[in-house]
């Protein structure tokens, strides 16, 4: 299979630990991008790097979220000091350029306790 | 900047009858319109995209879109639905000028399928 793949795909996590997902894009796939989905609502951006630089954060990654793509190829999502608010289906794409469709994993699901 | 708008929340219909999910838009330049699908604890498949070229758009699964600029609209059609097609459906937006290629998301619609 040659499809985005997401790790874990579920996590259930204490309040106030630490987590980190993996997303692996399709292979010539220099775009990734990183959305966030709550219940009943669609995605939301979160993040996007192209090869290996980071060039947006949306205003709903605070400052406890950290993407880094360092060879661009897989990419991590880390969440420090982890909020009931942070909740959610954590979902990676990854394009060949612009105009291009996004192809999506299946998500990584946080549960916050 | 750009938006869309999911009209229905939830879509109910009979398995061999026709589906209708219906999305607005709007775009300050020329749009990329999707429509996406999602089955329960997937990921987000890709239905069909418009990128300016025929406005009448057919996608996989017997699904197909047309894009009306004077109505700023993005209709999802398909003549017969199966039980499969049950799922949520998402109108999806990029700006053509948005060289990052950023999906802004609808809130989706529910589309369940009775027997």
């Known amino acids: 299979d040659t499809g985005v793949s997401q790790n874990p795909r579920h996590k259930i996590t204490k309040r106030g630990q630490n987590v980190t997902f993996r997303c692996d894009p399709i292979?010539?796939?220099?775009?990734l991008y990183w959305y966030r989905q709550t219940l009943g609502q669609g995605p939301e951006f979160l993040t996007y790097f192209q090869n290996e630089a980071q060039l947006e954060k949306s205003r709903l990654l605070s400052d406890r979220f950290s993407a880094e793509r360092p060879k661009g190829s897989f990419s991590t999502l880390e969440i420090q000091r982890t909020e009931q608010g942070d909740s959610a289906m954590y979902l990676c794409a990854s394009s060949s350029g612009s105009g291009q469709p996004q192809h999506f994993g299946d998500g990584t699901r946080l549960s916050i306790l | 900047a750009q938006s869309v708008t999911q009209l229905d929340s939830h879509v109910s219909v009979s398995e061999g009858t026709p589906v209708l999910l219906r999305c607005n838009y709007s775009?300050?330049?020329?749009?990329?319109l999707f429509w996406y699908v999602q089955h329960p604890n997937k990921g987000l498949q890709l239905l069909l995209k418009?990128?300016?070229?025929?406005?009448l758009v057919k996608g996989i699964n017997g699904f197909e879109a047309e894009f009306k600029k004077s109505e700023t609209s993005f209709h999802l059609t398909k003549p017969s639905a199966h039980m499969s097609d049950a799922a949520e459906y998402f109108c999806?937006?990029?700006?053509?000028?948005?060289?990052?290629?950023?999906?802004?998301f609808g809130a989706g619609t529910q589309v369940v399928v009775t027997p």
């Open positions: 292979s010539e796939h220099n775009r």
């Open positions: 775009s300050s330049y020329s749009p990329s």
């Open positions: 418009y990128t300016s070229a025929a406005t």
């Open positions: 999806v937006v990029s700006a053509t000028t948005d060289s990052w290629g950023k999906l802004q």
